[in-house]
């Protein structure tokens, strides 16, 4: 059950890592921007330039439910799009921000901008299909190492003086079968 799980993780670590490359592909052309309005908060998410950003605000008026927009290269960004702040901070293409400002004299804005570039993403799902390759190398090496040396292929116990059978764990080795 276990190697099922860790393969489907690895297979869709894969499936992610074709669809990022698609969508940075695709940003070059043009952007995308979801929102998403309630009477407390707003959320968006945008898709430009070799980024992902997450934005979330509250305390200023904004349109309730859902909004979908593509943009052409030569339009103007979103709301937090382009938002660069003194405030980012992260590392291996991941960066946060957050803060707020005042509009007017009772209301202020609080803002948080998760900011993702996508060969970070590309870094994080290749995690899973590198381990899974390292695992298979190492594990097809020592199997070699042991099938040269005269060792059992399962438990890696010395056939020397057993040629026909391993003592150890019962294996038959190919090589006696004939």
Not at 122 to 135: C, G, R
Request: proline fraction near 3%; include cysteine; charge should be positive.
């Amino acid at each position: 059950m276990c190697r099922i799980f860790w393969k489907t993780i690895v297979c869709l670590s894969a499936l992610m890592m074709v669809l990022t490359v698609a969508e940075w592909v695709r940003t070059d052309q043009d952007f995308g921007w979801v929102s998403y309005g309630t009477p407390s908060a707003y959320w968006e998410a945008c898709s430009s330039r070799g980024h992902l950003r997450f934005a979330r605000a509250t305390g200023f008026s904004h349109p309730m439910g859902w909004q979908v927009h593509l943009f052409s290269r030569d339009s103007t960004l979103p709301r937090f799009a382009d938002h660069s702040t003194s405030t980012m901070r992260g590392a291996l293409g991941f960066t946060v921000a957050s803060g707020g400002f005042a509009i007017g004299r009772f209301s202020a804005v609080r803002y948080s901008i998760l900011d993702v570039a996508y060969w970070g993403l590309l870094l994080v799902f290749s995690l899973a299909p590198m381990a899974h390759f390292i695992a298979t190398a190492a594990r097809l090496r020592r199997l070699t190492r042991r099938l040269s040396q005269t060792q059992c292929a399962v438990c890696g116990y010395d056939l020397r003086a057993t040629q026909h059978r391993c003592p150890e764990c019962g294996t038959v080795p190919a090589s006696a079968d004939q």
